[in-house]
């Protein structure tokens, strides 16, 4: 591709002509190669048109901006979804392996952090005791402060 536009070659067929066109070259070269190929001749003038007309060009940043802003919602909802199925199945762990765990159980219902919960729920059915139990969440919460 830059060896093309550097030695301003003639391109080889239609998808090298895109590539240039992607790759932003100006000039006469580009004028040529849209002449000779009726979709970058169209998309050169809509490019034209979209920067000449603000609003256009606000109502596509505004468009984009929504995309991103649903991807990162779902993102979010995705994190806390899986954060709450965490919580519950290392509560209900505790429930049934140490039946006087609700401090401990509460605490684990105040945690949000998904990898600390994996910490905890990687470790949890390792504990032989709910003093064992209690030094997991104390070590995952404290190890999450320390490299945060």
Known sequence: MTK??????????????????????????????????PGIRKAMTIE????????????YE???????????MISGARAEGEAKGQREAICKYLEVRFPESSTLQAEIKRI????????????????NSL???AAIVREATESKGRFS
Do not use: C, H
Not at 112 to 127: H, M, Q, R, S
């Open 112 to 127: 949000t952090d998904v990898v600390v919960l994996d910490k905890i729920i990687n470790k949890i059915y390792t504990a």
């Open 48 to 59: 034209q048109i979209f920067f000449k007309n603000q609003q256009e060009r606000r109502l």
């Open 4 to 37: 093309s536009i550097e030695a301003k070659t003639q391109t080889k067929g239609p998808l090298e002509e895109w590539l240039l066109y992607f790759n932003n070259i100006a000039g006469e070269e580009m004028e040529a190669i849209a002449m000779g190929n």
């Open 62 to 72: 505004l468009r984009e901006k929504a995309a991103r802003d649903e991807i990162s």
């Open 131 to 133: 003093d064992e139990a």
